[in-house]
Every structure is written in structure tokens, then in C-alpha cells.
């Protein structure tokens, strides 16, 4: 088997793995990002992540708390295919001879370069995600335009290429993606790479065990999210914003006007659950991944 089907076969693989773990706290995240500001006097819809899975699992049961996964575990494979095969390739393009060990910053080039080609699978998968995640919490704000209801995956494509705009409003937020794909996954196997030389002694990394890579998946994820948390929130709320009556008119809009109104605390919204669900995440997916692709030989 060659490098790019391993590379396809176990990315995939840790995909799920990824997915099954994180789903839960991904879509307490998405509701925290995009519940409205209260008006004055008013309490906000949640108050905090806690609550959220409490009134998430009230009113919708367990289930509720994977809304919207039909759509990324449908293109799972596809995605950490593509991430961990343009990684791959580009490895192989930045050594000097075969099997010559990277640096660490050619390890963030490659993060980068991989970053780029998934943003064109994330954005439509992940705005068919966010708004079946947060449609209960902009149902309830009283503005009739957010508060369509989805019957599911295939139902948010329908309605999206029907009215706004075909295939171009699928990619509605492509640049606030591609803003945290880029940097995120530099980070995230800038960090991982890093991490298990550290734990290895060395650039031999191949004797770490399970423990190990669980720990430097786990920290490269948190990594991910603490170099471009802000920019996912930006990313949400655009992506759930009304097409015809848009609250925002951009990128740039959305973030000075959530600046404005909730100060940095408005750019952070959901970022406890974003990094609860990191590192148990991610320590999944790199253990997965890893495990599959060394079982590949």
C-alpha cells in the first residue's frame, strides 16, 4: 500500500475517532456562539456550558447533543483524508532525500499547506453543521428570518442552494475558515510534532507509546484552538447569519461589531467546551491515526 493510501486510510479512521469523542461539546460551543446578545435587563440564553447541556438535554434529550453530525460524519473521511495526505506530500516535498527527518517550522509549513486544502471541504460541512446546531437557540429570539427549521443534513443543502445564492452560499464564510484552518493547523502539527520529540528524547519518535501520543494529540488540539479561537466564533456567526436580512456584513464587520457590543469576552464564547472537547478529541484522532497507519506498515 502506498503512502497516500495509508495516509487516506488512517486519517479517515482518526477522523471518526475524532468525531465520536467531540461532537457533544462542539455543539455546546456552536449554541454558546451564536445565542444573541440579551437586551438590556435580559439574562442571556445560557448561562454558561453546564447549563447549556442541561437545557440541550431537556428539551431535545441526549440526542440533541449531536445535532448536526450527519454532515461532517459524511465527509469525515474525506476531510482528515485530505489533511493528513497534503501533510504527507507535503513531507515529502520539504526533505532533502527520503526519509530525512523534518524541522519542526517544516512541520508547521506542512500543518499550513494542509490547512488550506481542507478549508474548501470544512466550510460547507461545517455551515451545514452550525446551523442545525444552533437553530433551537435562534429559533427563540423572535425574528422569524433564523428561525427556519431544518429537517437535517441533506434539508440545510436543499434550502441553502435553493435560495442563497446555489453552490456559492454553501462556501458563506470560506475566508473566516480558511483564517482558522491556516494557523490552527500549523499549530496544532507545529505543537505535535514538537511534543513527541520532547517526550522521545530525540527525532526517533517511532517507539512512543499509546499514553505518549495521546498526551502530544491532545495538547497540539488545545494548540489548534488557542491560536485561532476568535476566529471561529466570527466563522459561526456568519455562517447562521440571515441571507437576506444579514446582521453582518463580513468578516471584519462581525468582528468589530461583536468587539463593540460584548467586548474580547463576545470573541471567547464557547471556548470552554471548544477546549474540553480538544483534547480528548484530537488525543483521539492522533492515537487513531497513528495506531492505523503504523498497522499499514
Known sequence: MGDVAKDLTAGTVGGAA?????HPFDTIKVKLQSQP??????????????????QTVAAEGPRGLYKGMGAPLATVAAFNAVLFTVRGQMEAL????????LTINQQVVCGAGAGVAVSFLACPTELIKCRLQAQSVLAGTGTAAVAVKYGGPMDVARQVLRSEGGVKG??????PTMAREVPGNAAMFGVYEALKRLLAGGTDTSGLGRGSLMLAGGVAGAAFWLMV??????????????????????????FRRISASEGIKGLYKGFGP?????????????????MTRSALG
Do not use: W
Open 94 to 101: 520539504l526533505r532533502s532525500h527520503p526519509g530525512a527527518t
Open 170 to 175: 454553501l462556501f458563506k464564510g470560506l475566508v
Open 37 to 54: 446578545t440579551p437586551l438590556p435587563g435580559q439574562l442571556p440564553k445560557y448561562s454558561g456550558a453546564i447549563d447549556a447541556v442541561k
Open 18 to 22: 475524532q468525531l465520536i469523542v467531540g
Open 229 to 254: 479561537y476568535p476566529t471561529d466564533v466570527v466563522k459561526s456567526v456568519i455562517q447562521v447569519d440571515d441571507y437576506k436580512n444579514p446582521k453582518f456584513s463580513g468578516s471584519i464587520d462581525a
Open 274 to 290: 471548544a477546549m474540553a472537547r480538544s483534547v480528548p478529541a484530537n488525543a483521539a484522532c492522533f492515537l487513531a491515526y497513528e
